[in-house]
């Protein structure tokens, strides 16, 4: 973008941009809408796409145009004066390392597409809110006796909708007059003529013995209604000790939302400890009943989600305070494998033979991994956004209907199907860069090889690791963000960012393992060492819910066999070694019999994986770098041996180990992999 988001323009003219969140492709403009429309939502602003947008033809990526063309930087917003020297930086979404969830500071909701964050603090506004908050007349942010935070004073919040979902934390009417909210409290937001005429003494039921006062303190003090700490405002009995928030002060008595429940709910004063049947956990003090169904939920349960999609699952689940079931049998959570009761709040899904069930506080706890669904239509256009779209050609088929020969994009010839080798040869698929073991295709004009499960991966894959669409990338050397490994097979790219190799993207959540007895499930927050290797699993990693077990992505994808010329057999990967003490037959060091290894029972051998395997058991030879790997001006090819052991051109030794050559034969660059800092 011209002054703002680099090479876009705002030139109705311009039919492409370049954005600087999607570098692989140029978007194209859709200027107008066609009859059929556009079934699609917005990778900026999730809403449904309209025209005038930008597309990108290859990667199912859509941005409507003035989110395409939103500044990168926002100066002076009226809603963060504190920190304006700084401004606002505009953000693809959360990271998965990102240990905080933002939410925006206008409508409330956690921010999982585009959104504008602060560089000094946590201050956070999506970009939908961000565009429409102009038309708002802000006063000056000032300090209110009554809060702890400064609030932000509104003329008419319901000039837009973003609104539209709140009502008064008061007195619970819709937000139609002059407004006071904050931006830090999710929940703070009051009429004017409210603030201004809070009683200074009420009569509560909760205690019924003593008025309660109105108070202000910046230290925290305990709600004996909602069981947390606050600060600022709340009434309190200082005899009895006895103080609730402002919220608890004037609870709705009656909850009507059909969307969330088919009745309406009562509030329940009565103090006693209570099962909640929306979440399956215990409760005190307030509650909410339904005297239709018998059922009694927490306070912070009559607003659980209806339906949300959840990463680690293919369909919507939904949210049932009751499984109805005509087999006797357990339902184990898929999340922490604990059981889930049925007479207790769950989320299931509902497609026939899909027994998928998760706790509500297991899928609700990390924000990042799941998303708010405001009806089922909305289900039907999500999976129909994210069904596997193939990237294969069929130009003939046997009389079974299998494909025997194909087009497939990332290669120029059409490739045969096949169930062997001709020779007994070390070939490997171009894809996952694993030996060619099963059914396969392969070119008979040029050494390629296809698994027939990697040719029919699709371009466009829900992963389970995060909720956008994992978007298939062709290029050639890339380093894998979850295993660690340079590969020169084929990628997903998630969020823009994330490259995962096709090893990487075909392990499920929850996995059976040669390695362990009993079934492993990823854990976002697991940071124990790993079994196979010793290393400390950084961004998570699959572990047993019965025992210490856990493994990384790079350990659980290692080829279960391998060859080296220390063996005339194929070393076979090995979990387990009953020895005391034990080397490595390859370099000949100690090897912690604890972890993996490869080995051969004809042979007694056995070695590191790292000494089996190298540096790069993934890389092609010739398969050529980006300058994002280097700095010399031509592009550069990789080699594992080269003739005559020349000179490395940065460090000056000769070169017996995995190399970098330049491409053109007028230049003699030659460069160490280690010299790049390519070893790990």
């Known amino acids: 973008m011209k002054n703002q988001n680099e090479s876009a323009s705002h030139d109705k003219s311009v039919q492409q941009i370049q954005h600087p969140f999607h570098r692989q492709h140029p978007l194209v403009l859709v200027a107008e809408q066609s009859n059929e429309g556009l079934k699609a939502h917005c990778d900026g602003c999730g809403e449904l796409l309209s025209a005038p947008c930008f597309t990108c033809i290859h990667c199912n990526y859509?941005?409507?145009?003035?989110?395409?063309?939103?500044?990168?930087?926002?100066?002076?917003?009226?809603?963060?004066?504190?920190?304006?020297?700084?401004?606002?930086?505009?953000?693809?979404?959360?990271?998965?390392?990102?240990?905080?969830?933002?939410?925006?500071?206008?409508?409330?909701?956690?921010?999982?597409?585009?959104?504008?964050?602060?560089?000094?603090?946590?201050?956070?506004?999506?970009?939908?809110?961000?565009?429409?908050?102009?038309?708002?007349?802000?006063?000056?942010?000032?300090?209110?006796?009554?809060?702890?935070?400064?609030?932000?004073?509104?003329?008419?919040?319901?000039?837009?909708?973003?609104?539209?979902?709140?009502?008064?934390?008061?007195?619970?009417?819709?937000?139609?007059?002059?407004?006071?909210?904050?931006?830090?409290?999710?929940?703070?937001?009051?009429?004017?003529?409210?603030?201004?005429?809070?009683p200074t003494e009420i009569n509560h039921p909760s205690h019924h013995i003593h008025p309660l006062f109105l108070h202000y303190s910046d230290r925290n003090h305990f709600c004996n209604l909602c069981q947390k700490e606050h600060s600022g405002a709340f009434y309190g009995c200082s005899?009895?000790?006895?103080?609730?928030?402002?919220?608890?002060?004037?609870?709705?008595?009656?909850?009507?939302?059909?969307?969330?429940?088919?009745?309406p709910l009562t509030l329940f004063w009565r103090q006693d400890s209570f099962i909640c049947?929306?979440?399956?956990?215990?409760?005190?003090?307030?509650?909410?009943?339904?005297?239709?169904?018998?059922?009694?939920?927490?306070?912070?349960?009559?607003?659980?989600?209806?339906?949300?999609?959840?990463?680690?699952?293919?369909?919507?689940?939904?949210?049932?305070?009751?499984?109805?079931?005509?087999?006797?049998?357990?339902?184990?959570?898929?999340?922490?494998?604990?059981?889930?009761?049925?007479?207790?709040?769950?989320y299931s899904c509902r497609r026939p033979g899909c027994n998928y069930v998760v706790h509500v506080n297991c899928v609700l706890e990390d924000a990042r991994l799941y998303?708010?669904?405001?009806?089922?239509?909305?289900?039907?256009?999500?999976?129909?956004?994210?069904?596997?779209?193939?990237i294969i050609r069929?130009?003939?088929?046997?009389?079974?209907?299998?494909?025997?020969?194909?087009?497939?994009?990332?290669?120029?010839?059409?490739?045969?199907?096949?169930?062997?080798?001709?020779?007994?040869?070390?070939?490997?698929?171009?894809?996952?860069?694993?030996?060619?073991?099963?059914?396969?295709?392969?070119?008979?004009?040029?050494?390629?090889?296809l698994h027939k499960t990697c040719a029919e991966l699709p371009i466009i894959k829900q992963h389970w690791f995060h909720q956008s669409n994992a978007y298939f990338n062709s290029d050639s050397f890339k380093k894998c963000y979850f295993c660690s490994q340079y590969s020169s097979g084929f990628f997903y790219r998630i969020r823009g960012y994330m490259d995962m190799c096709t090893r990487c993207a075909e392990v499920a959540d929850i996995i059976e393992c040669e390695g362990h007895q009993h079934f492993l499930f990823f854990d976002f927050k697991c940071k124990e060492k790993c079994n196979g290797c010793g290393e400390r699993c950084q961004y998570g990693a699959f572990r047993c819910g019965k025992c210490r077990f856990a493994l990384d992505f790079g350990c659980l994808t290692l080829p279960h066999s391998a060859l080296h010329k220390i063996d005339e057999h194929k070393l076979k990967l090995t979990y387990h070694d009953d020895k005391?003490?034990?080397?490595?037959?390859?370099?000949?060091?100690?090897?912690?019999?604890?972890?993996?290894?490869?080995?051969?029972?004809?042979?007694?051998?056995?070695?590191?994986?790292?000494?089996?395997?190298?540096?790069?058991?993934?890389?092609?030879?010739?398969v050529t770098a980006s300058s994002y790997y280097h700095n010399h001006h031509h592009n550069l090819k990789f080699f594992r041996k080269v003739e005559g052991f020349p000179e490395c051109s940065r460090c000056g030794?000769?070169?017996?180990?995995?190399?970098f050559k330049c491409k053109e034969s007028t230049c003699d660059y030659i460069v160490h992999c280690k010299c790049l800092g390519l070893y790990h």
């Open 580 to 622: 005391e003490q034990s080397y490595c037959d390859i370099c000949e060091q100690y090897r912690d019999p604890s972890f993996w290894y490869y080995s051969c029972s004809n042979c007694d051998t056995s070695a590191h994986p790292k000494c089996v395997l190298g540096n790069f058991p993934f890389l092609k030879d010739g």
């Open 394 to 449: 069929i130009i003939e088929v046997n009389e079974a209907g299998e494909a025997t020969k194909i087009e497939h994009f990332s290669h120029r010839h059409c490739l045969v199907l096949a169930d062997k080798l001709e020779e007994e040869i070390d070939r490997k698929c171009d894809r996952c860069m694993l030996p060619i073991s099963n059914i396969f295709y392969y070119c008979s004009e040029c050494p390629f090889f």
């Open 239 to 263: 005899l009895c000790h006895f103080n609730i928030n402002l919220e608890c002060a004037l609870l709705r008595s009656i909850v009507e939302d059909k969307s969330r429940h088919q009745h």
């Open 62 to 198: 859509h941005l409507h145009k003035q989110c395409a063309e939103a500044p990168l930087y926002l100066h002076n917003h009226p809603l963060h004066s504190k920190h304006s020297g700084a401004g606002l930086f505009l953000r693809r979404g959360p990271y998965p390392r990102d240990l905080k969830v933002y939410g925006c500071a206008l409508c409330k909701e956690k921010c999982n597409m585009f959104f504008y964050l602060c560089r000094e603090c946590y201050f956070s506004i999506d970009i939908k809110c961000a565009q429409l908050s102009s038309s708002f007349k802000f006063s000056q942010l000032s300090k209110h006796d009554i809060h702890e935070h400064p609030l932000t004073f509104i003329e008419s919040p319901m000039a837009i909708d973003v609104f539209k979902r709140f009502s008064c934390s008061w007195c619970h009417e819709p937000l139609t007059d002059a407004t006071y909210f904050c931006s830090t409290c999710p929940s703070f937001i009051i009429h004017k003529k409210c603030l201004d005429e809070l």
């Open 277 to 346: 049947d929306a979440c399956g956990t215990e409760g005190n003090y307030i509650s909410y009943i339904c005297s239709t169904c018998c059922t009694i939920v927490h306070k912070k349960c009559i607003s659980l989600p209806r339906i949300i999609k959840f990463s680690r699952h293919d369909h919507c689940i939904f949210h049932k305070h009751f499984l109805q079931t005509r087999e006797l049998t357990r339902k184990d959570c898929k999340i922490c494998f604990n059981e889930v009761k049925l007479d207790r709040g769950s």
């Open 371 to 390: 998303k708010v669904i405001e009806d089922e239509k909305q289900c039907e256009e999500l999976e129909e956004k994210s069904m596997q779209s193939s």
């Open 653 to 659: 030794k000769f070169c017996q180990e995995e190399i």
